[in-house]
């Protein structure tokens, strides 16, 4: 074991590599009061260590003395239920990884934290896949963090104190069970990717509007029933996922259809049966109105629509990346539109409707994003 342990050390000066070799908790131990012992005389200091997938269920000791200019701390896969006071001592440190051990209780990070040159140096940190009912206060006070990575935890809901981490620019809280997003979220000035998807989400805040640097946004698989129009001033948004929501059902359900008028079914009599007519036949304004007529963009129909029209919605799969709910505008409710059949159909049917939808005038749809 102790070879095992040398053959990885030896891998580069500034990073210390034990991924994956099942070390025991003493082992471990002793190997990294060596290892401090070596440094302190040495030049090159250690700058990443890693260490998951071991045995560990707390932090080794060792990391208290040797490692003060740390960088990265990667304990992730292990049996870890706190991350103790050892912490406190790695004042450089920028990156740790947490990930899939036991942390969750109320004494899972050490005390003083927030007081801790760590407050100022932590830009990334993930503990996702671990037991946490709620955000630890003292992470809320970690004024450096960039990234936080809390995905397929026990999260019940987003503490109004996420406000305070004005430096965050990725926020993962996918798989959780948060069922309201805080407006206070909308105070992240630098936030640029929002991770949401796999809750109980019923509503979005109208002030998430005020994330002008938001580039993604996913809140798929949720329950969301509505957006907030405000929703559209994200004018940086480049990926919005909502596949998974009941949000198209029940606007297709709401949507409704007013009956045409005389003049406009005598006016679509006339363009689908092909009348002809000249100037010298009808009077100014039903000229005018006449070349009002739209083309029904589902191309089995070929009717026309003036000022009455039914709108149907689906969701449109982009790339694979992410899907909008677009709007279309059909002659009547007898039209088979494929979209007409989106909140009833299968991934596989919703993919193969976004083939037929290539096939119509972009000028006929709009991306709506109805509150």
Known sequence: MEEAVASVATAGEAELNWSRLSLSPE?????????????????????????????????????GSGFQHLQLLDVSGNA???????????????????????????????????????????QVLNLS??????????????????????????LQSIPAEIENLR???????????????PPELANLPSLTYLVLCDNKIQSVPPQLSQLHSLR????????????PREILN???????SLRGNPLVVRFVRDLT???????ELAARTIKIRN???????????????????????????????????VRQIKFVDFCGKYRLPLMHYLCSPECSSPCSSASHSSTSQSESDSEDEASVAAHRMQKVLLG
């Open 129 to 154: 896949g671990n037991c946490f009912q709620e955000m630890p206060a003292s992470l809320l006070e970690l004024r450096a963090l960039q990234t936080l990575s809390m995905g397929g935890n026990q």
């Open 234 to 240: 994200l004018i940086h948004l480049e990926e919005l």
């Open 167 to 181: 430096s965050l620019e990725c926020l993962y809280l996918g798989g959780n069970f948060i069922k309201e997003i």
């Open 27 to 63: 082992t471990l131990e002793s190997e990294l009061e060596a290892r401090g012992e070596e440094r302190r005389g040495s030049r090159e200091a250690l700058l990443r260590l890693l260490l998951p997938h071991n045995r560990l269920v707390s932090l080794p000791r060792a990391l």
């Open 275 to 309: 009348i002809s007519y000249t100037p010298y036949d009808l009077p100014g304004n039903l000229l005018r109105y006449l070349g009002l007529a739209s083309n029904c963009p589902n191309p089995k129909c070929g009717g026309v629509y003036f000022d009455c029209c």
């Open 257 to 263: 259809y007013d009956p045409p008028t005389l003049l």
């Open 216 to 227: 993604s946004l996913s809140l798929h698989n949720n329950l969301l029933t509505y957006l």
């Open 80 to 122: 870890l239920t706190t991350l103790g006071p050892e912490l406190l001592a790695l004042h450089g440190l920028r990156t740790l990884l947490a990930k899939n051990n036991r942390l969750g209780g109320p004494s899972t990070l050490p005390k003083g934290l927030a007081q801790s040159p760590l407050c100022r140096s932590l």
